[in-house]
């Protein structure tokens, strides 16, 4: 494992259910992302928090809320999700905003009925 | 707008032969292209970075050219092995940090 960790791996939801995406990383990194891949589609950025503050957020429906207590976690806030949601959901971290190389978690499959 | 694209088919090619991956871009001009390979349900792991003023960077087996003329990048397995099967994902990035991933192309390196 790459030292970025993710729970749960695996999440199925009804439309009317909340719940929250955590990652954490132990890279001492002060960036932290949260990726959205759909089957047959690239990697779709969606946030990007940097020293625990939000730097990018591309379009997002509100219905995903993103919350950076510190610089080591990150939760995806899920709420009245549609079924084209369902897709895997990436965390990523680097050592800074401007770093180079993103190291990422296992994802959270994610499943809306 | 800025368009990314990997070769969507997959790639089979026969153990211990040279595997070449490649990545083109349009309307942009990034500062630096990265490779990433992804396996099945897992996120992607970082390979290797190569920048705009740098024509060829090394690592092991894995060689990637960088043409900003072409606007293409080939990335290349050498000496393959059915380990290497995985997708592989290009990102050439502009400044800043913002991935900017392909889809991704599928290599199954076969006995």
């Known amino acids: 494992e790459t030292g970025v960790t993710q729970t749960p791996r695996h999440l199925v939801m009804g439309m009317t259910n909340k719940k929250s995406l955590k990652c954490e990383q132990h890279?001492?990194?002060?960036?932290m992302y949260w990726y959205k891949q759909s089957a047959k589609k690239p990697l779709e950025l969606m946030f990007v928090?940097?020293?625990?503050?939000?730097?990018e957020n591309n379009s997002v429906p509100s219905r995903f809320s993103p919350e950076c207590p510190n610089s080591s976690h990150l939760f995806l806030h899920l709420h009245t999700l549609q079924p084209e949601d369902s897709a895997l959901y990436l965390c990523?971290?680097?050592?800074?905003?401007?770093?180079?190389?993103?190291?990422f978690g296992p994802g959270t499959r994610l499943t809306v009925l | 707008s800025q368009k990314i694209e990997q070769n969507s088919e997959a790639l089979n090619i026969q153990e211990g032969k040279t595997a070449t991956l490649t990545c083109n871009y349009t309307?942009?001009?990034?500062?630096?292209l990265q490779w990433y390979r992804q396996d099945p349900g897992r996120g992607p792991v970082f390979l290797l970075l190569i920048r705009e003023n740098e024509k060829e960077k090394r690592k092991e087996r894995l060689k990637v050219t960088f043409d900003t003329t072409l606007k293409q990048s080939l990335f290349h397995i050498t000496a393959s092995q059915p380990a290497d099967s995985a997708t592989y994902l290009c990102?050439?990035?502009?400044?800043?940090?913002?991935?900017?991933f392909g889809t991704g192309t599928q290599l199954k390196v076969e006995l």
């Open positions: 928090y940097s020293l625990e503050e939000r730097v």
């Open positions: 309307n942009y001009s990034p500062a630096y």
């Open positions: 990523a971290s680097s050592p800074s905003f401007r770093a180079n190389e993103q190291f």
């Open positions: 890279l001492g990194h002060n960036a």
């Open positions: 990102a050439p990035t502009g400044g800043g940090n913002k991935l900017t």
